[in-house]
């Protein structure tokens, strides 16, 4: 079955500087990777998702990338503010057309990530 | 944006005791929904997923008969964790998508402590 490993599991950094969490995934099969955001407390919040026939995409200061011949994807988020302190954590997924189940996700283990102001 | 509630939002309850989860999709009808567990400071583990009008599909390790999953409408699931012991004491989160590869819109989760 699918396995995602999720890098780094701690990340800090000072407000305003990037941040980049790495994933890799092992079914070749996986066609959809989101990514989201949980805070203390709260259920996981779904920040961007991509699917593999696309290579990049950006939403304002969050953008994925996935390289489907490594089968690697990541998150980077630039101009990091204090409200971006949360656990990060990325998944993949294989779609029914591919003899999946449903859609499930397979998540990583999840990186803290740590803004200083 | 789609919205899933989840309540209780904090259940505190004795040992032997048996606790009902709702997961409702408030915005659109949901044509499966899953319920994961999280222990303190790891990933999300999944339990079951639900279809509506149909038994709900555990992952191995899971007992059924320990966490009955119903799914009476497309909007609504609900798990129950039956005679309820301290070792059930964990965070469960529900979530509802449309269909495949639509994204999971997660419910903000379930305190279970089991006293």
């Known amino acids: 079955g699918e396995n995602v490993e999720q890098h780094p599991s701690t990340l800090s950094v000072q407000e305003g500087d990037s941040a980049v969490i790495k994933c890799t995934y092992s079914?070749?099969?996986?066609?959809?990777f989101p990514w989201y955001k949980q805070e203390l407390g709260k259920g996981p919040q779904l920040i961007i998702d991509?699917?593999?026939?696309?290579g990049e995409k950006k939403d304002q200061r969050i953008a994925v990338t996935l390289n489907k011949t490594a089968k690697h994807f990541s998150l980077h988020i630039t101009e990091t503010q204090p409200e971006d302190s949360a656990v990060y954590f990325c998944?993949?997924?294989?779609?029914?057309?591919?003899?999946?189940?449903?859609?499930?996700?397979?998540f990583g283990k999840g990186t803290k990530l740590s803004v200083k102001p | 944006g789609a919205v899933v509630s989840q309540h209780p939002s904090r259940v505190i309850c004795k040992s032997g005791t048996s606790v009902k989860i709702e997961c409702r999709s408030l915005?659109?009808?949901?044509?499966?929904m899953f319920w994961y567990r999280q222990f303190p400071k790891q990933s999300l583990m999944l339990m079951a997923t639900s279809n509506e009008g149909s038994k709900a599909t555990y992952e191995q390790g899971v007992e059924k008969d320990k966490f009955l999953i119903n799914h009476a409408s497309l909007t609504l699931s609900t798990l129950t964790v039956t005679s309820a012991h301290p070792e059930d004491s964990s965070f469960y989160i529900c979530?509802?998508?449309?269909?495949?590869?639509?994204?999971?819109?997660f419910g903000d989760g379930t305190r279970l402590s089991i006293l």
């Open positions: 979530s509802a998508h449309r269909g495949f590869n639509q994204p999971q819109h």
């Open positions: 915005d659109f009808q949901a044509t499966t």
């Open positions: 991509i699917r593999s026939n696309v």
């Open positions: 998944a993949a997924s294989v779609g029914l057309n591919y003899g999946g189940s449903q859609g499930n996700l397979i």
């Open positions: 079914d070749s099969a996986s066609n959809y």
